[in-house]
């Protein structure tokens, strides 16, 4: 079954026992970032610097893209500072329920809702179909651990974990210096057309804004 890099970052993130995202703020950014280059990949979108530009509003065919390719152009069409920035940090949160749905909606996921202490309501998004997450994971470890050369999504994918720091997701047993390395040079890879390695990097340098700043904020708060 194809899905989308946004589907397959949230199937990365999702606990296998209890259904819920790990990582979920920084998950939060490279699913926008992913949905963002899905569009790139399809010549709906350009990203030029820091500026996205929606260069062909058609559908694509794909439900989950069209839905925030709509919202992008919406957005772009009524800002004058359409960032990369600005657009991950505004549909983040958004995205990631998209995604989520979107996965439940093919079958991959279901969907239990419960509350803790009886007032605190909760979701957990329990896998119901594991042969997607498997093939995807065979398909990173071919490329990051056994040296396979990726197609564009692939690398992608793994240009969007990379800068987020998020190696643990896609190889939770592997420590970080095996893969780390692998995974920079194929973020840094000519392997795609400038614009979709263009909205990688900008994808990259908002995300480590946003980190950089959370830490700070937080030092800030404790007194550290």
């Not at 152009?73 to 989520?100: N, P």
């Not at 996921?109 to 509350?115: A, G, I, N, S």
């Not at 920079?184 to 946003?210: C, H, K, P, Y």
């Amino acid at each position: 079954m194809r899905i989308t890099l946004a589907e397959e970052i949230m199937l990365l993130s999702l606990d296998d026992d209890s259904g819920q995202a790990k990582d979920r703020w920084a998950v939060g950014w490279i699913v926008a970032g992913g949905l963002l280059l899905e569009l790139a990949l399809a010549e709906r979108v350009r990203v030029d610097g820091a500026k996205v530009e929606v260069v062909d509003s058609s559908p694509t065919g794909d439900a989950l893209l069209d839905d925030r390719l709509e919202s992008l152009a919406a957005w772009a069409g009524s800002t004058k500072s359409a960032t990369v920035a600005a657009w991950l940090r505004k549909d983040q949160a958004r995205s990631v329920e998209a995604a989520l749905q979107s996965l439940r909606g093919r079958g991959i996921v279901t969907e239990e809702r419960h509350k803790v202490l009886g007032l605190f309501p909760v979701r957990r998004f329990p896998e119901a179909d594991g042969t997607v997450e498997r093939e995807l994971r065979e398909r990173l470890n071919r490329v990051v651990l056994e040296g396979a050369e990726p197609d564009p999504r692939t690398a992608g994918l793994i240009g969007l974990l990379h800068g987020a720091r998020l190696h643990r997701l896609a190889f939770p047993g592997e420590p970080g210096k095996l893969v780390g390395p692998r995974m920079a040079a194929l973020a840094e890879g000519q392997w795609a057309a400038d614009a979709v390695q263009e909205t990688i990097r900008a994808t990259q340098v908002a995300i480590l804004a946003a980190t950089t700043a959370a830490t700070v904020a937080a030092s800030a708060a404790t007194g550290a």
